[in-house]
């Protein structure tokens, strides 16, 4: 597949009005990373979620055109809401949020949204939210999903938590804001807030839930295995991917 050659793209929140309605006109597709903030291990930092979906929004706009989203950091679901740090909302409340401002996004020009959720637990949301506006708008392309799902038509992309695939991503997406030196044991009490630990009666299977364990919080393998070329060669197909999908779109719309 050939790399289409580099095309405008702006953040939604950084664009005055002209800018915006320019960029639209010339490229009506809207990119909104969905992520969460939640404990990821300690070597990720606390909003990995959506940092990974936006940058991989990001690649995609500087090929497709368009525009980025302001991340929507309040969302729901995982095994992680007695962790240190993790904010987790009712799920019902993102769903609403979702489904009003793409219909808005919608209704203000574009012709593509893509909804990429970094927090894998939106899929269920997105998959409840999302059919009926496609139903009502069936001119408009709309792409939603994790980065394992959203072309799982095509692409098999492996995802976990905080571990040796997620961690990868990071490596290729975001390297400045992994540490991997941080996976070290014997951490403590520092790992929980003052509540102590959750009931081993309610915890997330294959999570590990001692501070102890330099794997600690993480379901999946060990990601001191992780690199950057691990995480780019699933991430750049994906990329191409949704890049072709969108232009294709759009020319024959």
């Keep these: 597949m050939t790399t289409p050659s580099p095309r405008p793209w702006g953040r939604y929140e950084e664009l005055r009005p002209d800018q915006l ?149 990071g490596l290729a997406l975001l390297p400045e804001l992994v540490d991997l030196d941080e996976l070290r044991p014997g951490r403590g009490a520092e790992a929980w807030p003052p509540a102590g630990p959750p009931a081993e009666s309610s915890r997330h299977p294959g999570v590990e839930h001692d501070p102890n364990e330099p794997l600690f919080a993480q379901l999946g393998a060990d990601p001191r295995e992780a690199t950057a070329s691990r995480g780019e060669e699933a991430l750049t197909p994906l990329v191409e991917h949704l890049t072709q999908r969108l232009l294709e779109h759009l020319e024959g719309a």
């Design 21 to 169: 309605d320019r960029l639209v006109a010339a490229s009506p597709i809207a990119f909104w990373p969905l992520g969460l903030l939640e404990h990821h291990s300690w070597h990720l930092p606390i909003g990995f979620d959506g940092l990974k979906a936006d940058r991989i929004c990001q690649r995609v706009a500087a090929g497709a055109g368009g525009v980025v989203l302001p991340t929507m950091w309040w969302g729901g679901g995982g095994g992680h809401g007695p962790f240190r740090w993790t904010h987790y909302q009712d799920e019902s409340n993102g769903g609403a949020v979702v489904a009003t401002t793409v219909t808005q996004l919608l209704r203000h020009g574009f012709r593509a949204v893509v909804l990429l959720a970094g927090h894998y637990p939106w899929q269920a949301t997105l998959d409840q939210v999302m059919p009926p506006l496609r139903h009502q708008y069936p001119d408009a392309l709309l792409l939603w999903g994790t980065e394992m799902s959203i072309a799982a038509d095509s692409l098999d992309l492996a995802g976990d938590h905080a571990a040796l695939e997620e961690t990868s991503y």
